[in-house]
């Protein structure tokens, strides 16, 4: 796996990079995201996000289709179900809240992991942000894994988890789960599953998509379950960033979850977020 040091870049970055804690979260510094080279330095901007998990750009002057252009260089884009049908930039997912909208992603998750192919990453470009709050938390993972008991590793890494769109966009979108199902019907996905660019196991359940672990009676899912959960509180493998606006931050979907604080309102947060599609999720022992 790429280090701080190291990138598989010939000549070293062309940006500083500044890590928020030792276990999770970098900002890049020193880079313009809307520059006609940034093609050229995909590569090392890739390791830095393997490495750290999050990577931060302060003071970005992005264009919405600038936006989408920075993101295709990882990959294919998705089109998010909340997406308004008629929105110009179906590739953007626009999350705005105010006084009379509160915050709803205030929760550990990782981004569609009701995807039979959920997403490789997500950026999210800050268009405007309250004066005090509405900071995102993200978490290590990997390191969320490697804390747990060695016979808990064993265990839980045999295990196939179901992960359901409607638990939070039935009611979110106004429509039954049986509609939403039709064309995103619960994905399996392990328990644990291997990073497939670093090769490292990362836990792979959240509390807003993970619906049960197969093979466990309701009770035995549901305490194991909050177990898994609890790891994500450690402060320790956590990092937290204050949005300003003109800021990004790139987060590997795979690796970490977030959790967006919606302790501003009724203050406004408004945000565009752009997703790059990813892999089916396996488990490598």
């Not at 638990?167 to 995103?184: D, I, M, N, Q, S």
């Not at 009770?219 to 898994?228: G, I, K, P, V, W």
């Amino acid at each position: 796996m790429a280090t701080q040091q190291e990138t598989p870049d010939a000549v070293a970055p062309p940006f500083a990079i500044m890590p928020l804690t030792p276990a999770i979260g970098a900002e890049l510094c020193g880079i313009d995201l809307a520059s006609p080279d940034i093609g050229d330095h995909i590569i090392a901007i890739r390791s830095a996000l393997l490495a750290h998990k999050v990577i931060f750009f302060r003071d970005q002057s992005l264009t919405a289709a600038q936006h989408i252009a920075f993101a295709r260089h990882f990959g294919d884009l998705e089109i998010h179900p909340a997406t308004p049908a008629n929105q110009p930039d179906p590739e953007i997912l626009r999350i705005e809240h105010g006084p009379d909208n509160r915050g709803k992603e205030n929760f550990w998750h990782s981004d569609v992991t009701w995807r039979e192919k959920p997403s490789l990453g997500s950026i999210l470009r800050a268009i405007e942000v309250p004066p005090v709050g509405g900071d995102t938390l993200f978490v290590d993972m990997h390191a969320a894994f490697t804390r747990l008991s060695p016979e808990m590793q064993r265990f839980v890494s045999g295990l196939t988890a179901v992960h359901d769109i409607a638990r939070v966009f039935a009611a979110r979108l106004g429509k039954p789960a049986a509609e939403l199902h039709a064309k995103y019907p619960p994905m399996e996905h392990p328990v644990v599953r291997t990073h497939p660019e670093t090769g490292l196991p990362c836990l792979y359940v959240n509390g807003a998509f993970t619906s049960h672990i197969k093979g466990l009676s309701p009770r035995e899912s549901d305490d194991l379950l909050a177990h898994l959960y609890a790891q994500v509180a450690d402060p320790e493998i956590q990092c937290r960033f204050r949005w300003q606006p003109g800021s990004i931050a790139f987060w590997d979907n795979r690796s970490s979850q977030h959790f967006a604080a919606s302790d501003y309102f009724p203050a406004r947060r408004v945000m565009e977020r752009v997703t790059v599609a990813g892999c089916r999720p396996y488990y490598r022992p």
